[in-house]
């Protein structure tokens, strides 16, 4: 257990709902990254945050997606109208955010979408 | 653009040593990352590195030639629990980590 948490864990929605995702980073982490995994790929970067401030995201994250952590401590990631092709696991990590570029971003045990 | 290969998928024997290879290529470095990823599982940190040689850390050690953007895990007397998918990223100019597919490591008997 890194202390990233997330929930919920698991989640199967029909295509067209929308979804929510909630992310508890490691307390005294500044940074705070969501990222996107499919079967036999490596994780791939979606958005982050220093902070309440979102600092960049990727062309990936699609009009459909947004994401917010309006206190700098939990976030939120949220799908409107999902597609099949979101069906994924959704991981997010945390780090210090330091000026060290060893700046280690800690893992939590992801969101496993299904969309029907 | 960004580019991370590492081979797919390595079987190693219990015991045994395995060196699992990552090249890179990227626009700026900053260091390079090796994660651990057991099935269904978040992967969880193994090393860094930024300067040029080996990084030991007991049964791990973790390489990096930044002139040749090359850079290996070395996992010795292999047990087991071993197994699982081995994660290089890279991290370049302000851009978190980009990460390679994962090698999937079998140990077996």
């Known amino acids: 257990d890194t202390g990233v948490s997330q929930d919920p864990r698991h989640k199967i929605t029909k295509r067209g709902q929308n979804v929510t995702f909630r992310c508890d980073p490691i307390?005294?982490?500044?940074?705070l990254y969501w990222y996107r995994q499919t079967l036999g790929q490596g994780p791939e970067f979606l958005t982050y945050?220093?902070?309440?401030?979102?600092?960049?995201k990727s062309r990936l994250l699609s009009d459909r997606f947004s994401a917010e952590r309006p206190k700098g401590s939990f976030s939120t990631l949220e799908i409107q109208r999902t597609e099949q092709g979101d069906s994924a696991m959704y991981l997010c990590a945390s780090s210090l955010g330091g000026q060290d570029w060893a700046d280690t971003q800690y893992f939590g045990p992801g969101t496993r979408l299904t969309v029907l | 653009g960004q580019n991370i290969d590492q081979p797919t998928e390595m079987t190693a024997t219990e015991g045994a040593i395995v060196q699992i290879n990552c090249t890179y290529q990227t626009s700026g470095f900053n260091g390079l990352f090796w994660y651990q990823q057991h099935a269904g599982e978040a992967p969880t940190f193994l090393s860094y590195?930024?300067?040029?040689g080996l990084e030991e850390k007991g049964r791990f050690s973790s390489f990096l030639s930044r002139s040749k953007g090359y850079s290996y895990l070395l996992l010795k007397e292999l047990q087991m629990k071993d197994s699982a998918s081995y994660l290089c990223a890279v991290v370049s100019g302000n851009t978190p980590l980009v990460f390679g597919k994962g090698t999937r490591l079998s140990v077996i008997a």
């Open positions: 945050f220093q902070n309440e401030a979102q600092l960049e």
């Open positions: 590195n930024v300067l040029d």
């Open positions: 307390s005294e982490h500044n940074r």
